[in-house]
């Protein structure tokens, strides 16, 4: 398998770490369990003896809806994970859901994202981290995406952020100011190579009023001190004041409690490249001498009629607003699909419409072969699907191959429902047998010269969604939406 690494700017096989010693009894049997009910192949992915992948992805910041530009980066990783479970690996994925310490500005500025989401709507940080983030996860879940083996909250490892905060000025990588502790980029001489910083020339373009206690431009903060009068309801004690972890320090301390360093690959959007990966980096090598991961892997953004999404153009769209329009959290998995994880990809309501008619017509496909049309590819249609996933996730290739192939059958439809989780058998086998007795219904009704019985029965099969089609030889049912 093929992927874009970041930190080559090269397109590397890929190949997981848990390979080199050749022993992977070590897995976690519960937690490929979990992968296994939405998108493994089944009975292969209980076999203990397959490589082990460990994969972080960047989570959400749980303050507010997520837009269609961050699920975008959802649907990718999906991609990836299934590609990766299709290779019969076996996948230990860690998503963080950032309930604390995401600063409104990456210079370890502004207000808290969850303490402004409180203040938008009169409710508390904790009320507002629980409602987003159940949002989340019913999107997740509509989204038919594989589940990690666990979604990390923040708050819920305040105590392993100090263990590293505290190893790292053990090491002598932090310094104290009157707002936080903050890492002293200087000390780690990597820090630029990852991002390609030129710090020179950073630091010459500076805001002339960036925080004068820190020693240089890149410093972050670790650890912030909640000030005087500061309104931060999250709070935690250390060091004797109360205070609050930095925002990408939850990220090095999940992976170091959840997965251990070196992981084998880490997810995110591109903007997380110069400030939040870089930051992650600097601090877990620092802390705890390893790598942080093998394979870094960065997606691209999502913009609406060309333009970036922004609450001023009111072009910022949500599932919910999809759902709105009548389309599916699937039928923008479909369009997503579409389009590759690098390439900035502009969103309309046009495609989106192409992408859910691609949709209804593979599900007709589907329906079809459960009615007798279930005839194979007979060209190794999943063989060629797979070599395309494999290269650097190319579903676009992927997808055009199921339009061009005229026969699928249904084992086939199976394994492209693996590794697309477009959800396209689901309802089918249920369905078949349900309106194979209204459609006996009907042809009786007919012959008996009972058309108003028969208009009646197609009628309520229509305001369920289900058409009929009348052919030569037989008649069949198909979805209409
Ligand atoms: P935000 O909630 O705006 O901080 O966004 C969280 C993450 O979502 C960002 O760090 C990006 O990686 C990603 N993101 C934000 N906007 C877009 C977009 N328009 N398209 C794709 N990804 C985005
Ligand atoms: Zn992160």
């Not at 859901?97 to 409710?123: F, N, Q």
């Not at 905060?165 to 932090?174: C, F, M, N, Q, W």
């Not at 219904?441 to 058309?451: H, V, W």
Request: hydrophobic residues 35%; proline residues 2%.
């Amino acid at each position: 398998m093929k992927l874009y690494n970041t930190v080559s700017r090269k397109m590397e096989d890929f190949t997981p770490l848990s390979d080199k010693g050749g022993n992977n009894t070590s897995i976690i049997a519960q937690n490929v369990k979990k992968v296994n009910r939405n998108g493994g192949s089944g009975a292969d992915l209980t076999d203990e003896n397959r490589s082990e992948v460990k994969i972080y992805t960047c989570g959400p910041t749980v303050y507010n809806y997520q837009h269609i530009g961050n699920y975008a980066a959802y649907v990718y990783w999906d991609l990836l994970v299934r590609t990766l479970i299709s290779n019969n690996w076996r996948v230990k994925r860690i998503i963080n859901l950032t309930d604390v310490g995401h600063l409104a500005s990456d210079a370890d500025e502004g207000e808290d994202k969850l303490e402004k989401g409180a203040k938008r709507e009169g409710k508390t940080v904790w009320e507002i981290a629980k409602i987003y983030s159940d949002d989340f996860l019913q999107n997740f879940a509509d989204l038919n995406l594989v589940p990690p083996v666990k979604f990390a909250r923040a708050t819920d490892y305040i105590k392993e952020n100090i263990d590293l905060v505290e190893k790292l000025r053990a090491k002598g990588y932090v310094y104290e100011t009157s707002d936080g502790i903050y890492y002293d980029t200087s000390k780690f001489a990597r820090y630029p190579d990852f991002a390609k910083l030129n710090l020179a020339q950073m630091q010459a373009g500076a805001r002339v009023d960036f925080n004068p206690e820190k020693r240089n431009l890149s410093d972050f903060a670790v650890w912030k001190f909640v000030r005087e009068g500061e309104d931060h309801a999250m709070q935690w004690e250390y060091m004797g004041r109360a205070g609050y972890p930095g925002w990408h320090i939850e990220c090095s301390s999940i992976i170091h409690a959840e997965l251990g360093e070196p992981i084998d690959i880490h997810t995110g959007g591109v903007d997380h490249i110069p400030v939040h990966h870089t930051n992650e980096i600097a601090q877990s090598t620092a802390a705890y001498d390893s790598e942080l991961a093998r394979f870094w892997i960065h997606c691209n953004f999502i913009t609406v009629n060309n333009e970036k999404m922004s609450k001023s153009l009111r072009n910022v769209y949500n599932l919910h607003d999809l759902k709105e329009k009548g389309f599916m959290p699937l039928d923008f998995k479909m369009w997503v699909l579409q389009g590759h994880y690098q390439t900035l990809r502009n969103f309309t309501f046009e495609d989106l419409g192409g992408a859910k008619s691609r949709r209804l017509k593979w599900r007709n496909r589907v329906a079809r072969c459960y009615q007798g049309e279930d005839i194979s590819s007979d060209d190794d249609l999943i063989g060629r699907i797979k070599a395309a996933l494999d290269n650097n996730l190319n579903s676009a290739e992927a997808l055009a191959m199921i339009d061009n192939t005229k026969n699928i059958s249904l084992t086939e439809w199976e394994k492209i429902d693996q590794m697309l989780g477009l959800d396209l058998i689901k309802s089918a086998p249920d369905l078949t047998k349900k309106v194979a007795k209204k459609i006996a219904d009907r042809e009786q009704a007919r012959l008996e010269k009972n058309f108003k019985k028969s208009d009646e029965i197609r009628d309520a099969l229509a305001r369920n969604g289900i058409g009929i089609l009348d052919g030569v030889e037989k008649t069949i049912w198909q979805y209409l939406e």
